[in-house]
């Protein structure tokens, strides 16, 4: 039996399909089966903790074309180096603000799949194991209970308190005894939600994610296409497997094709009418984001 948190329907349908053939299962990660964003958590830590590699041309070539004016790269670079030749704290926050507002206007200007792609400059540089070891620490260090939003100067926030959402784990564990074939499918970078698979008893190698192309260990500003995004995940899910896809969770708009493309699909529901109506239309389970919430 599953927890009684789940809506009877849903938890009646859950069910009966746990009592069928075993299949191909797909989850998104970040606000479906945690509370948050683990992604976007580790660019704040990355940014905020002076490891951004901005130390490399690289990186502002990157920041530079199509965003911003060769003006403002300028500002932005001697900021930088008042933070690297004089430790001047005051220089890089200011440099901070100015990069995650550039983030919010990308978002807001161009989309959410814009975002997901800028965000590549971000992670660029590190090794792979380096953005692994800051994502397993963010993982931990955010789910505690003294964590608060990150808010910019001009009142925009980000809210980076994560939460493992127990009634999901608990799906998944019991897919896993009913032996279906669980994945991760993620537009968060995959090397971060590799290390927090493990806590909901996935391997690494179930996880697909934003890839970045690397050289020698070292991550580049380069996307390995699909992008895992809307119909990227589908292509992704393609790449791993012809099989049907027998359930699909997801909570928003990013992940509504592999929601259309799966057999039976749960949304977390966080209050988009519009997905909600598709949801609706299309016959799957609807469970109130809240619901099975713990507080932070």
């Known amino acids: 039996m599953l927890s009684s948190v789940w809506d009877s329907s849903v938890r009646f349908g859950l069910e009966k399909m746990?009592?069928?053939?075993?299949?191909?299962?797909?989850?998104?990660?970040d606000n479906t089966l945690i509370r948050g964003d683990l992604g976007v958590a580790?660019?704040?830590y990355i940014m905020t903790n002076g490891l951004l590699r901005a130390d490399l041309d690289e990186f502002w070539e990157e920041l530079r074309d199509p965003f911003l004016p060769l003006e403002t790269i300028s500002v932005w670079r001697d900021l930088w180096r008042a933070f690297r030749m004089h430790k001047d704290m005051r220089s890089y926050a200011r440099l901070v603000e100015e990069i995650l507002r550039l983030f919010f206007t990308v978002s807001e200007e161009e989309g959410p799949e814009a975002a997901y792609r800028w965000t590549r400059i971000i992670y660029s540089g590190m090794s792979e194991e380096e953005l692994k070891k800051i994502a397993r620490y963010v993982f931990v260090e955010n789910q505690k209970q003294n964590r608060n939003d990150f808010v910019l100067a001009d009142g925009r926030s980000m809210d980076c308190?994560?939460?493992?959402?127990e009634p999901l784990l608990e799906l998944i564990r019991k897919l896993k005894e009913r032996k279906w074939e669980v994945w991760i499918i993620t537009a968060s970078p995959e090397y971060c939600v590799q290390v927090a698979a493990?806590?909901?008893?996935?391997?690494?190698?179930?996880?697909?994610?934003m890839r970045l192309k690397s050289k020698q260990g070292v991550l580049l500003p380069e996307i390995e296409e699909p992008l895992t995004y809307n119909d990227g995940k589908v292509k992704a899910?393609?790449?791993?497997t012809s099989s049907e896809i027998g359930f699909a969770?997801?909570?928003?708009?990013?992940?509504?094709?592999?929601?259309?493309?799966?057999?039976?699909?749960?949304l977390i529901d966080h209050g988009d009418i519009d997905l909600r109506s598709i949801g609706?239309?299309?016959?799957w389970w609807i469970q109130s984001a809240g619901s099975i919430d713990t507080e932070f």
């Not at 493990?198 to 994610?209: A, D, I, S, T, Y």
């Not at 899910?237 to 791993?240: A, F, G, M, T």
């Not at 609706?280 to 016959?283: D, L, M």
């Open 198 to 209: 493990q806590e909901f008893g996935l391997e690494p190698n179930r996880v697909r994610g």
């Open 280 to 283: 609706e239309s299309a016959g």
């Open 18 to 29: 746990l009592s069928e053939q075993p299949q191909f299962a797909c989850f998104d990660f």
């Open 249 to 266: 969770a997801g909570d928003a708009f990013t992940d509504l094709s592999m929601l259309l493309e799966a057999n039976r699909s749960l």
């Open 237 to 240: 899910i393609r790449e791993i």
């Open 42 to 44: 580790t660019m704040q």
């Open 161 to 165: 308190r994560l939460r493992i959402r």
